[in-house]
């Protein structure tokens, strides 16, 4: 190989990689896991969302939700989110991997729910003191 072909060359694979890394980070951040940029729109949706699926289990005063467990979703009363700050993420993880008592709600929610709901409670819960985290059992 001559001096320019080879030039030409690492220049094409260099520019090969870049594009695969570029795109890798774009399919990784809109995956359906991902949160989505918190809006005006998708908090009132949200809240609106959370009185309706979580709020039954969930107490948070900012929703006006008292969280009693039952009527339709399941029976366990979960946490009160009124001192602990949770992520959208955790949020999303404590649906969708369905644990402790999230099996009926999760089928009841479509994604953009899903998504408007976990914003919505990241932004109401941001000031608590406890970060919230996912426990083993
Ligand atoms: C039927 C009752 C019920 C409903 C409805 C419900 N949850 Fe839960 N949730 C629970 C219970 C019970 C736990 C505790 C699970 C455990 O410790 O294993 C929990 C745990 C969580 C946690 C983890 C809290 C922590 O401290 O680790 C998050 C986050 C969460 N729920 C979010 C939600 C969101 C968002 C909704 C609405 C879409 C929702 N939940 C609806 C019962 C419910």
Redesign the pocket.
């Known amino acids: 190989m001559t001096l320019p072909v080879r030039l030409l060359l690492a220049c094409t694979l260099v520019a090969a990689f870049g594009a695969i890394s570029v795109a890798h980070v774009w399919a990784s951040s809109n995956n359906a896991a991902a949160t989505t940029p918190i809006t005006s729109a998708s908090l009132i949706a949200g809240k609106k ?2 009185r309706q ?2 709020g ?3 107490a948070l005063d900012a929703a006006l939700a008292a969280g009693f ?1 039952g009527t339709g ?7 009160s989110f009124n001192n ?1 700050r ?1 992520s959208a993420n ?2 999303i993880i ?2 969708t991997e369905q ?4 099996e ?2 999760v089928k009841k ?1 479509s994604w953009q729910q ?1 998504h408007d ?2 914003n919505y ?1 990241q932004v109401a819960t941001k000031q608590n003191i406890y970060p ?4 083993d059992g």
């Open positions: 969302d959370y699926f979580c039954k289990c969930h467990g979703l399941g029976q366990d009363g979960g946490p602990l949770v955790l949020s404590a649906v644990f402790g008592g999230h009926t709600v929610m899903i709901v976990a409670v919230a985290h996912v426990w």
